[in-house]
């Protein structure tokens, strides 16, 4: 299973960072995957954003709840992050991975997001 994010690389304050992650190999409906979006900023730790299950079900983490959303398109066999209302922190690495039983078994390669004026 590959996994390939998309999107871009520069994003100015309050708008919506949107990126597409694009699964080949494996089907993003199997069960028991779990499709994440991870973050890192610059010298930070890795962040859980939220996922998106086989079988639709999202999850976000608290934090950024509100201003998260994770859809699918099965067609095409990929899942799309969009986050709102963005500011410089949101600078980021952004990661696209699969799951299961809690344990990351594939990921993307990451893109590098920035958010400025």
């Known amino acids: 299973v590959q996994l390939q994010e998309s999107g871009p690389g520069l994003v100015k304050p309050s708008q919506t960072l949107s990126l597409t992650c694009t699964v080949s190999?494996?089907?993003?409906?199997?069960?028991?995957?779990?499709w994440s979006w991870i973050r890192q900023p610059p010298g930070k730790g890795l962040e859980w954003i939220g996922y998106i299950g086989y079988n639709g079900d999202t999850y976000y983490n608290p934090s950024l709840q509100k201003r998260t959303s994770i859809s699918r398109d099965t067609s095409k066999n990929q899942f799309t992050l969009h986050l709102s209302s963005v500011t410089p922190d949101d600078t980021a690495v952004y990661y696209c991975a699969a799951a299961i039983g809690g344990s990351y078994v594939y990921w993307g390669q990451g893109t590098q997001v920035t958010v400025s004026s």
């Open positions: 190999g494996g089907s993003i409906t199997t069960n028991p995957y779990y």
